[in-house]
């Protein structure tokens, strides 16, 4: 970056970009650097050819971005996950690269793969977007897709205050993606911690690109834990009262209120770090009355709930496909649902464990350790639920089931280390060491990653009418069982030997043995994405065979698996009466599914719009414009946003009806359909034979 600044390019130049870098020197630092940037254009000019040639443009536009339709919104969330997760994964591998080669000496340290300040954007870029760029994307996306469904509603509450949520997230992503290219992304770690984060230690603009892509993509999970609230609240079917939602449902109830009590947390140190930035405030300087550990605490408010927000849904989708592949209600679901409302309460009132070191009284460090552990305690609980789910049922071993064994193991492991770590006294030997770096992700990967590959693995064949391959599924889930393993484990050993997180260099040799496991750990975790996209593939190349047109291909019980696969826009051609938990399952074995309704209505569905695209690029140019100090460029663009808003307030805007003929003739017809397909037994389950209706007296026998 030059010192001066243009008044309309503000710090911009051409020498910003990573092939200066590699112009200047070559190394394999920056070849990496140059490579992931031309990875990021070809791939941009890839897809924009591949649009153009397939003229999907029209269809994508139509059919997609302009919807409201919390399915398709889901979808796009998981879709803009899924390369997000390629992205984090391979930074994960080459930052365990980097370490398996980063053996120095205390003459010269500088060693390894890439260079220590390129190490550093990997570790804060690979952190930034695994949490606010996969996890959140794909959990957000999960209970877009699935909650309205199981409530019995048609949308969510706010369906076009949903779409902008997205565009506000996919803006952020946006932001950490020019990073590649254009300048560099910040070095501080996913945290950004000040005073290291400030002007004085960090000038430049790479934690500018990470302040505004989590503000702008912050206000969108704001946003959407509004919206979730209050279409639970809302728009639940009659009937459907409280303690007759699905787990699932509740899980997500929890995350709404996490959501809009954590997020604003993370908006205000951010924006008070923005303000130090940019405004030459002293809320977080060692100066000026300034004091870090204020942003620790006020970040940390956000970031430990941020966690159970992650968790949460996963401990959802564990409670659905645990009861749905062993056939049986679930196990003890007033507890669950106690348990998750307790985990989202005490969630709040642990936050100082991530800063027992900062030096407040060792009172207060037992207080906030006795919190923590007792986060256990309802966590406990579940796990017995879900394993009494299971206990003498007659277990399919599908995909999700692998995960879910997965978890149990792995994630149990790392609930242990965790509460190792609530121990003032121990967390003072291990803190900042890769202890704690091997203790979240052992319960980040089985927890997040795995609880959302199965719920996308359960859910898939409603979105898109046809099952994902069975026996690719399973593999996935075991190399990343596998995977998970062999990266970190050795992470525990390395953290008790002393090795801190974020090294980009050691002198001891002993880290190194443990260090080439590691790294051939995630090898196996770039495979099992390999086998990830593999699955979606392959099962996309059969899905004819592998088509569920019947909607109901597990035998679920709950109201999302009454109607056809794919979903209808309209999801339920007339809102159900609900009369029990699990409505679906009994009215099945009661003999009245599929059954007609008396009547059709016509039906309303929000209308298209393009708000959110236009909201969303406004925000990714007004985030790169305050980046690079583009003042009449961010000033513009801010006020498009109310603009946009002002101009769709003045016009009158119409819902799309759809006529209830048309309903009727679409669902009679799905009706005569089902009724002419061969039910499918437990054994026929994973074949070809399974045409989404489950032979019910089979089950039941
Ligand atoms: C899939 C394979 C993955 C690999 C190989 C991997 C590897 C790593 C490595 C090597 C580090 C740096 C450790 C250090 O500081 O010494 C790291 C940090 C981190 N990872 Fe992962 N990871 C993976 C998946 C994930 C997932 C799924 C998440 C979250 C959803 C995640 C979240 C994080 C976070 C938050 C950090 C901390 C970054 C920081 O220090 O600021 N990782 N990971
Ligand atoms: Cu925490």
Redesign the pocket.
Known sequence: MSGETSPIFGNLTWDVTPYTDLSRHVDISTIVGAGAASVLVLGAFVAVALLTYMRWWGPLYRNWLISADAKKIGIMYIALALVMLAR??IE??V??AHQATALGTLTEPESGLVAPDHFAQL??T??TI??FF??MPLLVGLINFVLPQQLGARDMAFPVLNQVSLGLTAAGAALVMVSLLVGKFGTG???MYPPYTGKTFSPGEGVDYWLWAVLISGVGSTLTGMNFAVTIFKKRAPGMHLMRMPLFCWTSLCVAIMLIYAMPALTVSSGMLALDRYAGFHFFTNTAGGNMMNYANIFWMFGHPEVYVLILPAFGVFSEVSATYSTKRLYGYTSLVIASMSIAVISFTVWLHHFFTMGQSAGVNIAFGIATMVIGVPTGVKIYDWMATLWRGRVRMTAPIVYLIGFFMLFVIGGLSGIILANPSIDYQVHNT?FL?AHF?NV??PG??FGMLAGIHYWFPKAFGFRLDETWGRRTALFFVVGFIV?FMPLYVLGLMGLP???PTFQNPDFLPWMYVAALG?CF?LCALASLFWTFWTSYRRRVELAVPGGDPWHGSTLEWSTPAPVPEWTFATIPQVTARDHWGAAKRAGDAWKAPAAYQDIELPADTAHGIVIAGASVVFGFAMVWHIWWLAIVSALLIPAALLLRGMRTIRPRIIPAAEVAEADTRFRQFVAGLEPATRADEMTARNRGVPDIAEFAA
Request: positive net charge; aromatic residues 10%.
């Open positions: 984090g994964v994960g591998f930052i365990r570790f804060s690979h952190g695994m949490i996969v996890a770690g996913w945290t890769t770096v992700h980040i990967i997040v990653l990266t997180r974020r090294s995630a975790m």
